[in-house]
C-alpha cells in the first residue's frame, strides 16, 4: 500500500502489488553486495501540482509479516518533463 500525502493534508492511497523475488528465492533487480536494487513505476502519470511538503508511506500489505531479506526501501522520483498546469 503507498499513500501520498498532499500539502493541503489530502492522502491519497493505492494498492500496490511488487514482486521483488521468483518463487525459487532469487531477487529480481540488480544485486551485488546484498544489495538489489529494482525499478517500478509507483503512481503512473502523478503530479505535483501543489507547493509544500509531500509525504508518502510505504506500508507491506500481505499476509507474511515481516517479509524475510527486506530491510529496507529507497524511495526515488523522477522527473518525466511533463509540465500540468
Given amino acids: 500500500m503507498i499513500s501520498t500525502t498532499l500539502p493541503d493534508g489530502q492522502r491519497l492511497s493505492q494498492q500496490l502489488n511488487v514482486d521483488f523475488a521468483e518463487k525459487t528465492g532469487e531477487?529480481?533487480?540488480?544485486?551485488?553486495?546484498?544489495h538489489c536494487q529494482?525499478?517500478?513505476n509507483m503512481q503512473q502519470n502523478a503530479y505535483f501540482n501543489?507547493?509544500?511538503k509531500?509525504?508518502?508511506t510505504i506500508a507491506?500489505?500481505?499476509?507474511?509479516?515481516?517479509?524475510e531479506g527486506i530491510k529496507?526501501?529507497?524511495l526515488q522520483i523522477?522527473?518525466?518533463?511533463?509540465?500540468?498546469?
Fill in 78 to 85: 523522477e522527473d518525466t518533463g511533463v509540465v500540468r498546469e
Fill in 60 to 67: 507491506q500489505f500481505m499476509r507474511k509479516n515481516p517479509l
Fill in 27 to 34: 531477487w529480481f533487480g540488480k544485486c551485488s553486495g546484498g
Fill in 50 to 52: 501543489q507547493v509544500g
Fill in 38 to 40: 529494482l525499478k517500478i
Fill in 54 to 56: 509531500y509525504q508518502f
Fill in 72 to 74: 529496507r526501501i529507497n
